[in-house]
């Protein structure tokens, strides 16, 4: 069947993308933090360096995510690799939160500072 020879390959595509995104997003992060440090103090280019890199890292794991699920639930779904998936879900989850409230100072459930206005 085609979509049999497809799936890994998407999984895969996904799982590249995602390294990209997270190699690509710190060397601009790095590169805007240089740029930063020369127009902004260094502890205002500093944080604005963990922000970007935060943000780097949400996006890259959003994608490392994707390709696990396609992995796992596409190719071998087995319970075990379900409740490998699912820890791996949990533990990026816990990480996606963690560097959200990094970033913006705030749950990703709660509303942003402006819209309450």
């Known amino acids: 069947m085609i979509g049999e020879s497809i799936i890994p390959w998407a999984a895969h595509a996904v799982e590249l993308a995602g390294v990209a995104v997270l190699l690509i997003g710190a060397l601009v992060a790095g590169g805007v933090f240089v740029w930063r440090v020369r127009q902004q103090s260094f502890h205002d280019a500093y944080h604005g ?12 794991l959003e994608l490392l995510v994707i390709a696990d ?7 071998e779904p ?15 989850t816990f990480l ?22």
């Open 69 to 75: 699920i396609i992995g796992t639930v596409a190719i």
């Open 49 to 60: 360096l963990r922000a970007d890199l935060g943000r780097a890292i949400l996006l890259g």
């Open 78 to 92: 087995n319970l075990q690799n379900l409740a490998v998936l699912a820890v791996i879900v949990v533990i990026r």
């Open 96 to 117: 996606s939160f963690s560097l959200e409230l990094e970033v913006s100072g705030r749950w990703p459930w709660q509303q942003d500072r402006e819209s309450r206005k």
